[in-house]
């Protein structure tokens, strides 16, 4: 699983700030270039290499984190989430919600590496794919899938009976 686009953190704002209580700050930067430019990446990639793609998923409210669970619950899938070099800004790296970013799940990389290097996009490997029932964040925690999508549900019932 790869991020197209750059993170940088943005936590003002966010979903998780504002579930801390922080409801101050200014939203992440929107760069139409940005935004374009890997949009019509992931929608060329998608149209000419679909055969290789086995998921996509824009990154949003609640930054990367609720993204890849997001995914989880959606395919009843495992996986394992590899950590950043730099795990001095876990959090912001987990929740921030940047702009212009996606998600891509691949059946094969080989392809994905060479056309964003020829592109100038940026991608990163997130997580692996797994054969397991959880969605595990490499040396934290790991959650079984039916625990996510029992609170997905539970949230949304809240939500909707408000």
Not at 12 to 28: F, V
Not at 90 to 100: A, I, M, P, T
């Amino acid at each position: 699983i790869f991020i197209i686009g750059d993170s940088y953190g943005h936590l003002e704002l966010s979903e998780y700030n504002r579930i801390c209580g922080d409801n101050d700050g200014t939203p992440p930067v929107l760069n139409l270039n940005a935004e374009y430019k890997n949009g019509m990446f992931v929608k060329k990639f998608l149209k000419d290499y679909g055969d290789l793609v086995t998921g996509c998923h824009d990154i949003s409210d609640g930054g990367l984190l609720l993204a890849l669970a997001e995914l989880c619950i959606s395919n009843k899938k495992g996986m394992k989430i590899k950590l950043p070099k730099n795990t001095k800004k876990l959090k912001e790296w987990f929740f921030g919600e940047d702009q212009s970013r996606y998600l891509l799940v691949l059946n094969s990389t080989d392809d994905l590496k060479r056309i964003a290097k020829k592109n100038k996009v940026k991608i990163s490997e997130v997580a692996i794919v797994e054969n397991t029932d959880n969605f595990i964040v490499e040396d934290n925690f790991k959650i079984p899938i039916k625990k996510l999508i029992k609170y997905n549900n539970s949230w949304y019932k809240k939500f909707v009976d408000v």
